[in-house]
């Protein structure tokens, strides 16, 4: 990926990583293979543990097994299986061994394996000793504070399981929040160890109130990013792509050293925060028109459809199906080429078809049409060609554009999500009063005072200042923790002010307010307004997946109600509490239309005279030969309906109801329970 500006990061806040930035070791996943590459030979391993531990006084559990249990004997288990038991009281001095030899390069024991110490407690888990050798485990470096000989190595890996059970301080070199003195045996190598890799994406997380980080990390998964390089010869089964990402201005140290500019998944964005108009209340958000014509935040989703002929023709027949174009039907010339394939770069509209499938021993021609509501675009057309002379699988790539609208959602990387409500073209947008741009995108000031996202008020400022001198700003959380190793840098001024000044010495305000003036009035705006760059993701969730509307359609054939679902065409729910609120409101006529006239309105035959809808019968009227020859007057004589059950069609009524009464009606009646029906006028009711 092209980068933009210089890479240097401001003279402020240097990276201040230490062992693992110089790619010592890593966090991952425990291997079958070492360091060489050879296969590992874990029985070898095990018995070399096995060795250690008797040798720090462990009884084998072979050949006799040890009966007694904690608290004076712990069993020490490896991999699962009970290998013998030890001493509560020489546990802990086993355990420090074992993490000596872990350090060690000349040891035989792996510098992976986990010593999980589960000490003695009223009602914790299970004590014991347990360890893992296994691969597929994760495993991360922190500092061990005690390694051999004071010197070499002093990374260890740890996994999950013993981490608990650990001592680790913060390299901040103070207590923890400890009342007493902090018993450390491990160090974090730096304070950011505790965060995952999506939480370590987020700028100065350590301004931020930790829930929003915690929305941050659920958005991160959701943003429509650059997520391939290779993304011509890929055939995923559903990918969405950021036609237009951009590399942050404000970043942390993680981002540069997992490369996720190689993977960006946002843009950034001229983001004002100020209340114009109404349309962005409650998070809803004002996208500049303008911008988004010009590129931002548009993008794709790829879906892959594979077509496998071998699949169709597997059970009874075994025809040989083909790809082919039917010869004689020419209307799909402008669809599907000869090869009964579709044109790369086609439109297809919906219930069009974009393949032909030629059966030789039927000689038909089937197609395969187009699902959903809105047209596609062939993206792509991979054949596979293992049998030469008759392909039989294929996958067709469409690509669905979705450039934002109305209804899209937009989230900072602050856990501040919103839905774009309106898009304004440039001149509607409010300017400033001495550079003249206008805000890519409006956001509410609410937004912050009960959410108290601080970092993405230093973002804004840091990413202004960054811009006006050409750099990347460094915002590795916890910086302060940090900063004992280099003492001379050591200054009093505070990020803000290292920020403020940043803005200052380039004319512009220290608190990163600029004068704006109205794009509706052309008049100065009474308060001056908080605007600068903020790093914005485009999130997954967009309407056009999403809007379900129908004025009628398919209905389910047992209940006769409109069925659920999106794909299927179907209703909205019109719920219990739906029908409370309907209720509550003393709305009788607007529920009557919703559960009933919109539903499965239907017109039943009921006899009042046995109060039953089950029994009635449609006689057909008599034919035209019959009536003439009675000497009837010809014409459609009126339905004729009986009572099965009474035997005549004096009391019959027609009652309008929903029909899945009349089903429920008839499952009663097949557990013997009848329904009567006391039938009155409207009027007396
Ligand atoms: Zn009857």
Known sequence: ?????????????????????????????????????????????????????????????????????????????????????????????????????????????????????????????????????????????????????????????????????????????????RKSKFPATHEEIHPTGILSVVANLTPWSDHNQSPRNMYQCQMAKQTMGFSAQALHCRADQKLYHLQTPQTPIVRTSTYEKYSVDEFPLGTNAIVAVLAYTGYDMEDAMILNKSSVDRGLCHGYIYQTETIDLAEQSSKSDQALRTFQRGKLDTSLKSLIDSDGLPYVGQMIKPYEPYCSIHNTQTNKVTTSTLKGTEPVTVDYVALDV??????????????????????????????????????????????????????????????????????????????????????FVDATPFPSSVKKTNVEQESDSSLVDELGSMLTARGFNYYGVEVLYSGVYGTELKCEIFIGPVYYQRLRHMVSDKYQVRSTGVVDPLTRQPVKGRKQGGGIRFGEMERDSLLAHGAAYALHDRLHTSSDHHIADVCSLCGSILTTSLIQPQKRAVREIGGLPPGRAPKKVICVACRTSKGMETVAMPYVFRYLAAELAAMNIKVNLQLSDGAGA
């Open 1 to 177: 990926m092209a980068r933009t500006m210089v890479q240097d990061s401001l003279e402020l806040r240097e990276p201040h990583l230490s062992g693992w930035e110089q790619g010592r070791s890593n966090a991952g996943i425990t291997s079958y293979f070492d360091n060489e590459g050879n296969v590992r030979d874990f029985d070898k391993i095990q018995k070399s543990i096995l060795s250690v531990l008797i040798g720090v006084g462990m009884v084998p559990s072979l050949p006799k097994l040890v009966q007694a249990g904690p608290p004076q004997v712990l069993s020490v288990i490896l991999d699962g299986r009970v290998v013998g038991s030890m001493a509560s009281g020489i546990v802990e001095k086993a355990v420090t061994h074992l993490r000596k030899l872990k350090l060690s390069a000349s040891s035989v024991i792996p510098d992976d394996l986990e010593v999980g110490y589960v000490p003695l407690s009223m009602g914790g888990p299970y004590p014991g000793l347990y360890m893992f050798t296994s691969p597929s485990r994760f495993i991360r470096p922190v500092k061990n504070l005690t390694p051999p000989d004071g010197k070499g190595n002093d990374i260890e890996l740890i996994g999950p399981f013993e981490q608990v059970y650990m001592e680790i301080s913060c390299p901040d070199g103070r207590d923890g929040g």
């Open 386 to 471: 293992k049998n030469k002379e008759h392909p039989q699988k294929v996958n067709i790539r469409f690509r669905r554009p979705r450039n934002p609208v109305i209804g899209d959602k937009f989230s900072s990387r602050h856990g501040q999500k919103g839905v774009c409500s309106q898009l304004w073209s440039d001149i509607d947008m409010p300017f400033s009063g001495t550079t003249g741009m206008r805000p890519d995108l409006i956001i509410n000031p609410h937004a912050f005072p009960s959410r108290m996202t601080i970092a993405m008020l230093l973002e804004s400022i840091a990413a202004k200042g960054g811009c006006l001198n050409g750099k």
